[in-house]
DNA sequence: GACTAATTCAACG
DNA sequence: CGTTGAATTAGTC
């Protein structure tokens, strides 16, 4: 069943199985999607590196899998203690080879090879680098490298020779290669982000004194520097980076080793997370529900901001999130809970609140 | 569907 | 490592 106590981390469980990650198949009516895997997405397969026994890793996977699906509330719909874990949670649909762990996949970059070559090159104190601290500029900045076959090493060597723009400065002091710079008539446009090969081109061949046929300067859109998006300072987006977050670490499970060998501290987070805590997030977001009376919804905020809360609510608190739905079809048990006076008081009502909704609609049993 | 830009593969010194 | 040619794919109009 999922009461919360089944899910938190009970002393360090003796792993003595095979596999240890009980894997049982969903229902076929179970949509579920999991903002660790979004829809559409795809993920690829890492192994679990073989420095612990393997059945060490499997149950921090679990382990960790679990807590920040927690943390990631609200736009994760496996972050309330309705859902069971493991078995629902989709890591483990379907064959679970136990030898791997999935991982999202990191989306490809935004910028062109130049474009990240550029960008490491001005990193630079110097503005010119060695091609080996190039290649680690850019897996230090995109890990979607990481994940890669050598080819795009060989892409960015490519880069380097074809494209005008990059030019050799001297050889390195002590190691081997040329140092790479930026071409004079390029720096400013690509400080500024501006990556366009054809425009680069043409003002390399300017720069050298050549007749240019003046083409119409910007045929293509100017870059879209990446802008933090416009709800940015609200406590939405404090819950995006929250989730953000949660992905990160998501992503580096071998870290999941110090919360395997610190059970307590898995615990503790458990016990902290009441309803309140889960709650009031939600609450400042949907003010068209006013029954809610929370501190923080009475500060009134004009309508336009307020109209864009909502929207973006609605779209990372999918309303299939059956905690969203038990806020919104029982408003005065939410209410209650909300207006006790401590956290104890307000997690023991939570308690009896699940009690009773247990009772009235008896989950099926695993078996 | 043509046309261009960008990426990928790969041979070579 | 650096050049270069060629094939393939992605994007636009």
Known sequence: MGSPEDLSISSNPPVTTACPVSVSSPPQEEKMVSPMFPAGSSTTTVPFPAQYPLQVYQQAYLNRARLLSTLAYPTNPYANPFVRFPSFYPPFFGAFDSRFYRVPEEPKPQHSYIGLIAMAILSSPDKKMVLSDIYQWILDHYSYFRTRGPGWRNSIRHNLSLNDCFIKSGRSANGKGHYWAIHPANVEDFKKGDFRRRKAQRKVRK????????DEDSPSPPPQVPSPPCWAGTEILDLHRRHQEALDLHRRPHEALDLHRRPHDVLDLHRRLTPATLIRPLLT?????????????????????QAKKIQIAEEIGPRENPFFQVVQEKPEEMQKMLSSPSEEESARLWEEFMARNRESSPQEDKQ
Do not use: C, I, W
């Not at 720069?207 to 003046?214: E, S």
């Open 207 to 214: 720069h050298m004194g050549l007749d240019v046929p003046d």
């Open 285 to 305: 977001v949907t003010p068209k529900k006013r029954q809610f009376d929370v501190d923080s919804l009475l500060a009134p905020d004009d309508d336009e901001p």
